[in-house]
Nanobody, 119 residues
Framework: QVQLVESGGGLVQPGGSLRLSCVAS??????MAWFRQSPGKQRELVAA???????KYVDSVKGRFIITRDRAKNSVYLQMNSLKPEDTAIYYC???????????????WGQGTQVTVSS
């Protein structure tokens, strides 16, 4: 059985940084990714990374967020810098087989971790 456990969310001031972590158990997948959802909005892909190293980011986080993976730990991380109030959302870890370029939804999901950017 596949389980994804996220950690690292919290409250941060605008301009601050947070690092999200997600550990997957049960099996490995080609692509690990982060989505987010804020009230009244659809869930959107934030960043994805395939086993070969290719990545995909939503335009609004390019240059501020960095996705990395540790294959030995079957983990994915999201380093979030220069955070803005509009980054406030629940962030979900997900995994799947499509490569990052074509990744639109995952096969398994974590429970989500809240990120709040506010002064």
């Amino acid at each position: 059985q596949v389980q994804l456990v996220e950690s690292g969310g919290g409250l941060v001031q605008p301009g601050g940084s947070l690092r999200l972590s997600c550990v997957a158990s049960g099996r490995t997948f080609n692509t690990m990714a982060w989505f987010r959802q804020s009230p009244g909005k659809q869930r959107e892909l934030v960043a994805a990374m395939s086993a070969g190293g290719s990545t995909k980011y939503v335009d609004s986080v390019k240059g501020r967020f960095i996705i990395t993976r540790d294959r030995a730990k079957n983990s994915v991380y999201l380093q979030m810098n220069s955070l803005k109030p509009e980054d406030t959302a629940i962030y979900y870890c997900t995994v799947g087989w499509a490569t990052a370029e074509f990744f639109t939804r995952g096969d398994y999901w974590g429970q989500g971790t809240q990120v709040t950017v506010s002064s």
